[in-house]
């Protein structure tokens, strides 16, 4: 029995004695505890049990509940604790655009000055490719530190191997804080606007101090792919706070990218914020067939993850004049994944229903008493997260 199955059994074993006073409820339904047409999966199943010779690419999107990582981050652990570990993956300075990101690894010491740009405000003048967010650098020369945390949920920090995806034209240098000279250039490739420096290290690394000179105009940095010359997973992550389906059709570079990252699995978590929005099933249907299609013509499995439970927040007034918070359930997040079921299924589409595996309707109270949920019930705790991807990894393993 591997670590996450024993991390899974003993924290379900916890929520099983946990009930709520009144109901005498589980807070879980581990009965839907299942992944809808998960024959959709098996050759990616296939390689993961019997390809250990080589590196696996699977590419995690969504919106605010995927942009810190927990939930992601628990996932690419537990593949990588039973397939191999081939390193980090893509990561992005989103400090640099003033917003939050995963908390293993920091981007510090920045002395370039950058102009970001989300998706959300994409159009065809102003295209942004992955991951989602423009970072355009508007000095020549400049530089800044990355460097991996204890937070990591990464099995052996490190990487020897490191992928500069860019577009237009600069000079790098990849140093130790002791400005030794530490990766070489090994290959330069160019797919679209999009180019691809790869650089290896004499040995394993988490810090570096990268440098960035004679910068032509133009320039914008699409993320770092962190790998090791070994076996095993990457596993992508790729959030934005507040992003829908529809944020990530507006710019068609975002999708044409995402494929240079090579993915043979394809996961998207979205639907959290289309469920306090008017959009109708058409609509809603439409944009998925949309995202999905360039995935479906590679060849590429497909697994949808519906949203969660969450609930409208309202604020009402006591008899002395007070004003209190309180919430009542959204029922648009159980129509949202009514449309998805309906249609994964028609099309043969694996679709995990987080929805009715987290209880159902009035769930998000129960996970929010239990210190699982934020108070704003729509997020969640870190160990809510770590619960879900537990959750999904049982579903998606066994």
Partial sequence: MNRNRINLLFILFILSIVRVEAQDELVLDLSKNTIRQKESLYPILDQLQQ???????IVHIGDSHIQADFFTGRIREGLQNQFGDAGRGLIFPYKFVQTNGPRDYRFTDNSCQWKGMRIMKADSLNPVGIPGIKLELNTANCGFTIQFYDDSFS???????????????????????????????????????????????TRITDLISFRISNVKPGFILKGLNLHRNSPGVLYHAIGLNGATFNDYLKSPEFTKELLLLKPE???????????VSAIDSATYISQIKQLLSPFRENGIPILLTGPADNARRKTIRTKRGKKLAAYTHNEKVQQLNQWMNSWCAQEGIAYWDLYETMGGKNSIKEWVKYGLAARDHIHFSRKGYILQADLLLDAFLH
Avoid: C, M, Y
């Fill in 155 to 201: 099995l052996e920090k490190g990487f020897s191997d490191l992928d500069i995806l860019f577009e237009g034209e600069a000079e790098f240098e990849i140093l130790d804080l002791n400005s030794r000279k530490l990766f070489s250039p090994q290959s330069d490739s160019l797919a679209g606007k999009t180019r691809i420096k790869n650089f290896r290290a």
């Fill in 51 to 57: 390809n250990k010779s080589r590196q696996i690419s």
């Fill in 265 to 275: 699995l394809l996961v998207v978590s979205l639907g959290t914020n289309e469920s």
